[in-house]
Each structure stands twice: as structure tokens, then as C-alpha cells.
């Protein structure tokens, strides 16, 4: 399957509580055996602005992002399973240049074209530190379909997730 036009997923997340790390999958419809990845090319964040209003000290803090795992400890840029991040603090929510939604993350300049996932399974995070009120967020991912061979999509598992 070779796409010529970009696709779009939509995924949207209000946290099971305060403080606490959640997730949602995303729903791509297609089977796991299908060595099937996702070129993304651009994602697309949308955060409830009045959460903003709650970063007030040093310590609080908003992360989200896409993950390959709905099982990892927290949303960390060394963990491999974390495709792409956002960490929002009180020294980039002071600055409202960048505080702008949705917030655009695009990748279609690397030399691929984009950041190449497994299509299954993919997972909206996201995580708080000294919030009161849950979070809202919303995900549009655009993307092109790659098919790969079996050894191809083994090794973008591989360096993807950790296997045991």
C-alpha cells in the first residue's frame, strides 16, 4: 500500500484524574500482521487554554505527546517508545509567543519525509505535575501510509519498543 495523499487520525484524552498519567489509543483499523507504518509528517495538539492558568509554580508542569506503549512509567524524551513530546512549564507558559493552540509539530523536512511508526499501537499521553482540574487534549496526526517488509517492520518495532 503506497498513499499519495496524506491521511489524518483524530484522538482526543480528558485525564482519569489529576497528577496522574493517562492514555488513548488510537484508532488506525488495521491489523497488527498488516507490516504496515505511519510516515507522520505533521501533529497537530489542541490543549484546554484554561489549564494554562494552572502552571503557577516552578514545579508544575504539563507533558503530553504520542507514545507506542500505553504502559511506559511517564513522558520522558529518552524513552524509546515516545514518538513525539511536549513539556509545558511556568517559564513557557509565561511566554505566550509560544503558547499558541493547536500547537503544530511538523517533521515533513527530515530526510524521510517525516518520523516513521509502527502503525499499531499508537497512544495519545499525557501527564501533569501540580494541577488541579484534569486535562483536555486533542491529537489530529497527518500521515502517509508505508508498507514494509517483515524484516523492515521487525526492526522498526525493535527500535520502537522495547521487546522482551
Do not use: W
Given at each position: ?58 514545579t508544575d508542569e ?103
Amino acid at each position: 500500500m503506497k498513499d499519495k495523499f496524506s491521511q489524518k487520525i483524530y484522538q482526543e484524552l480528558t485525564m482519569s484524574n489529576t497528577d496522574t498519567l493517562t492514555f488513548a489509543e488510537f484508532n488506525i483499523g488495521i491489523s497488527l500482521h498488516e507490516n504496515l507504518a505511519l510516515l507522520i509528517h505533521q501533529i497537530d495538539y489542541y490543549v484546554d487554554r484554561a489549564r494554562m492558568q494552572e502552571i503557577a509554580a516552578a514545579t508544575d508542569e504539563l507533558r503530553f505527546g504520542i507514545s507506542t506503549s500505553g504502559t511506559i512509567p511517564a513522558i520522558v524524551p529518552n524513552d524509546h517508545n515516545i514518538v513525539d513530546m511536549v513539556r509545558i512549564n511556568l517559564i513557557v507558559a509565561a511566554s505566550p509567543e509560544v503558547l499558541k493552540f493547536p500547537l503544530i509539530k511538523r517533521y515533513n523536512a527530515f530526510p524521510s519525509g517525516g518520523i516513521i511508526v509502527p502503525a499499531r499501537p499508537l497512544y495519545l499521553a499525557c501527564m501533569t505535575e501540580g494541577f488541579g482540574n484534569a486535562v483536555h487534549i486533542e491529537c489530529v496526526i497527518h500521515f502517509l501510509y508505508k508498507k514494509l517488509s517483515g524484516q523492515e517492520f521487525l526492526e522498526l518495532v525493535q527500535a520502537t519498543r522495547i521487546i522482551a
